[in-house]
């Protein structure tokens, strides 16, 4: 799979309308260990995603932008590391040289220094039950073999991660707080990190 730019950018307006039409199910499933506003948190990160044209002319200076507008539409913790992940996806562009094109190694890359920004802000490590567990099964979905890496890879290994991660306590924010009272949950943004995917 290669992405130029232009596909980079579009990919964020359609994660925009999947943002927005799973804001519902998001507010939802948040309601269960935390504040219950994840959705809607999401909702305005995608209207600043869409609400106006971007004007970076490489994929690190629309990520770069994108990341910013994610942090200010929002004071919630899940929009600061939502616009930090893009952020230090920017960071990695610039680093690898990457300015229009994308293949299926410099995604992963880019996905790496995603996850790690994540880790790095949000204080947290693999197997928490975050955004970031949902980060890096996006990231090892890519076939190692040579096969064309898709949507329907990385889909697939969100919806392991989310089973494997069902039964296990929330290590995390308000998550933590509830350790034992809930059986089992979905953590709500390792489900919205699966409507991205699935948006496109």
Same mark, same amino acid.
């Given at each position: 799979?290669? +992405?130029?730019?232009?596909? +980079?950018?579009r990919?964020?307006?359609?994660?925009?309308q999947?943002?927005?039409?799973?804001?519902?199910e %998001?507010?939802?499933l948040?309601?269960v260990?935390g504040?219950?506003?994840?959705?809607?948190?999401?909702?305005?990160?995608?209207?600043?995603?869409?609400g106006? @044209?971007?004007?970076?002319g490489?994929?690190a200076?629309l990520?770069?932008?994108?990341g910013?507008?994610?942090?200010?539409?929002s004071?919630?913790s899940?929009?600061?590391? %939502?616009?930090?992940?893009l #952020?230090?996806a920017?960071?990695g562009?610039?680093?690898?040289?990457?300015?229009?094109? %994308?293949?299926?190694?410099? %995604?992963g890359?880019?996905l790496g220094?995603?996850?790690?920004?994540?880790?790095?802000?949000?204080?947290?490590?693999?197997?928490?039950k975050?955004?970031?567990?949902a980060?890096?099964? +996006?990231?090892?979905?890519? @076939?190692?073999?040579?096969? @064309?890496?898709?949507?329907?890879?990385?889909?697939?290994?969100l919806?392991?991660?989310?089973k494997?991660?069902?039964?296990? @306590?929330? #290590?995390?924010?308000?998550?933590?707080?509830?350790?034992?009272?809930?059986?089992?949950?979905?953590?709500?943004?390792?489900?919205? +990190?699966?409507?991205m995917?699935?948006?496109l």
């Amino acid at each position: 799979m290669r +992405v130029d730019r232009a596909a +980079v950018e579009r990919a964020l307006l359609r994660v925009s309308q999947g943002l927005r039409q799973a804001a519902d199910e %998001l507010n939802a499933l948040d309601a269960v260990v935390g504040d219950g506003d994840l959705g809607t948190t999401l909702a305005r990160c995608a209207d600043a995603l869409d609400g106006v @044209p971007f004007v970076g002319g490489t994929v690190a200076d629309l990520l770069q932008e994108a990341g910013g507008r994610c942090a200010a539409a929002s004071g919630s913790s899940f929009a600061t590391l %939502l616009g930090a992940a893009l #952020r230090a996806a920017a960071r990695g562009c610039r680093q690898a040289g990457v300015s229009h094109t %994308l293949g299926d190694v410099a %995604l992963g890359e880019l996905l790496g220094c995603a996850a790690a920004g994540v880790a790095h802000l949000g204080e947290v490590q693999e197997g928490d039950k975050t955004l970031l567990d949902a980060m890096l099964a +996006v990231q090892r979905s890519r @076939p190692l073999d040579g096969t @064309p890496w898709t949507v329907f890879h990385a889909e697939q290994a969100l919806h392991a991660a989310l089973k494997a991660l069902h039964h296990q @306590p929330g #290590r995390i924010g308000r998550a933590r707080l509830h350790a034992g009272r809930i059986a089992a949950y979905d953590d709500p943004g390792m489900v919205a +990190v699966l409507r991205m995917v699935q948006s496109l």
